[in-house]
């Protein structure tokens, strides 16, 4: 094979407020790769097929001096993430050309890697697209399994709302809570949005921007249990309107991750007055725990349709920097994947 240009996705500046593509990180197409004939010195190479988009990527652009749970991304160096790839060729044992990988991949179409235990094979008996590994049966789908099961202690009856719910973490809430018995309100950012949660098992579903939280928590609860994806005003109602002993699973808060004026919650009190749990978490910290099950269990209950998912798939690296965009402004509608190739 001749060489070929192997694009990158490149980390260019520290953004203020939302990211920009073409400034924030742009396409990179000045390198090439000849993938018979690249030096492999005893790892291998592998073409990566899709990557994840996950609303965590913000927290990654920052100056490397602030210290965080998750290593910032370096200026002039790709982006890097979740996602699924094919070996090409292989010096090493333990994976072979042909074999899938799942794990932490660089934006970039070819990539060579040296340590096999960084990534797992996936098998793929339920003939699931490549795609779902990255979503539903991926770090998405084990965020919300993990952390349903370590922190709801859920009971039939409880009354649960989950934010954000179209996305990929909350939609398997909203269905995880529904097996279980659970009475489910969910909020999503548009009409669509609302309807797909509703489909998916949420009871009471409804547009955050035309209708007013506190109103329909006031209505439909106290709450039980609160799978927290936004933060801000959200969170603050969510504690007001939140029953004795509440189980608060805190997830993220999307709605504070590209401003430069924080919302004050300012009941914070109450989480003491109401005997309140609040658990923060980072799902890696879980994952020693659950992951067997997960995957022992996941991929089999998404083919049978008893998890059900949605994507907003968008196809080529070079347009990376728009789906990161789209998902910091909740445009997306499900779980964004970045298509690089079909195999």
């Given at each position: 094979?001749?060489?070929?240009?192997?694009?990158?996705?490149?980390?260019?500046?520290?953004?203020?407020?939302?990211?920009?593509?073409?400034?924030?990180?742009?396409?990179?197409?000045?390198?090439?790769?000849?993938?018979?004939?690249?030096?492999?010195?005893?790892?291998?190479?592998?073409?990566?097929?899709?990557?994840?988009?996950?609303?965590?990527?913000?927290?990654?652009?920052?100056?490397?001096?602030?210290?965080?749970?998750?290593?910032?991304?370096?200026?002039?160096?790709?982006?890097?993430?979740?996602?699924?790839?094919?070996?090409?060729?292989?010096?090493?044992?333990?994976?072979?050309?042909?074999?899938?990988?799942?794990?932490?991949?660089?934006?970039?179409?070819?990539?060579?890697e040296k340590e096999p235990s960084q990534f797992k094979v996936i098998e793929n008996k339920e003939g699931l697209p490549w795609s779902v590994y990255v979503g539903v049966c991926g770090m998405p789908g084990e965020t919300a399994?993990?952390?349903?099961?370590?922190?709801?202690?859920?009971?039939?009856?409880?009354?649960?709302?989950?934010?954000?719910?179209?996305?990929?973490?909350?939609?398997?809430?909203?269905?995880?809570?529904?097996?279980?018995?659970?009475?489910?309100?969910?909020?999503?950012?548009?009409?669509?949005?609302?309807?797909?949660?509703?489909?998916?098992?949420?009871?009471?579903?409804?547009?955050?921007k035309t209708v007013n939280t506190r109103k329909i928590l006031e209505k439909e609860g106290p709450i039980d249990i609160y799978w927290d994806n936004v933060g801000g005003e959200t969170l603050e109602a969510a504690i007001d309107?939140?029953?004795?002993?509440?189980?608060?699973?805190?997830?993220?808060?999307?709605?504070?991750?590209?401003?430069?004026?924080?919302?004050?919650?300012?009941?914070?009190?109450?989480?003491?007055?109401?005997?309140?749990?609040?658990?923060?978490?980072?799902?890696?910290?879980?994952?020693?725990?659950?992951?067997?099950?997960?995957?022992?269990?996941?991929?089999?209950?998404?083919?049978?349709?008893?998890?059900?998912?949605?994507?907003?798939?968008?196809?080529?690296?070079?347009?990376?920097?728009?789906?990161?965009?789209?998902?910091?402004?909740?445009?997306?509608?499900?779980?964004?994947?970045?298509?690089?190739?079909?195999?």
């Open positions: 094979m001749a060489p070929v240009k192997n694009g990158r996705y490149l980390f260019k500046e520290v953004p203020t407020g939302f990211p920009e593509p073409g400034k924030t990180m742009d396409y990179d197409e000045s390198e090439t790769i000849d993938p018979d004939t690249v030096a492999l010195n005893g790892g291998f190479l592998v073409k990566v097929l899709v990557l994840s988009i996950d609303p965590y990527l913000r927290g990654k652009m920052r100056d490397p001096s602030i210290k965080s749970y998750s290593a910032p991304f370096l200026v002039g160096e790709p982006l890097y993430n979740y996602g699924v790839g094919v070996v090409v060729r292989s010096e090493n044992s333990a994976v072979k050309p042909g074999d899938h990988l799942y794990g932490v991949f660089k934006f970039q179409h070819y990539v060579i399994d993990y952390a349903w099961k370590e922190f709801s202690r859920a009971k039939k009856g409880e009354t649960v709302f989950v934010t954000a719910g179209a996305g990929p973490v909350g939609a398997t809430v909203i269905q995880l809570a529904k097996a279980q018995g659970l009475k489910v309100i969910a909020s999503a950012g548009s009409d669509d949005k609302v309807a797909f949660i509703s489909e998916v098992g949420a009871d009471i579903a409804f547009n955050y309107h939140a029953a004795r002993h509440a189980r608060f699973i805190e997830c993220g808060m999307i709605s504070q991750y590209n401003t430069t004026n924080p919302y004050p919650v300012k009941n914070l009190l109450q989480i003491v007055g109401k005997e309140l749990s609040l658990n923060g978490f980072i799902v890696g910290t879980l994952r020693p725990k659950y992951e067997a099950d997960f995957y022992a269990t996941f991929p089999a209950r998404v083919a049978r349709g008893e998890i059900r998912y949605k994507e907003d798939r968008v196809r080529g690296l070079e347009r990376a920097g728009d789906a990161i965009v789209a998902v910091q402004s909740g445009k997306n509608f499900g779980k964004s994947v970045l298509i690089l190739a079909d195999e």
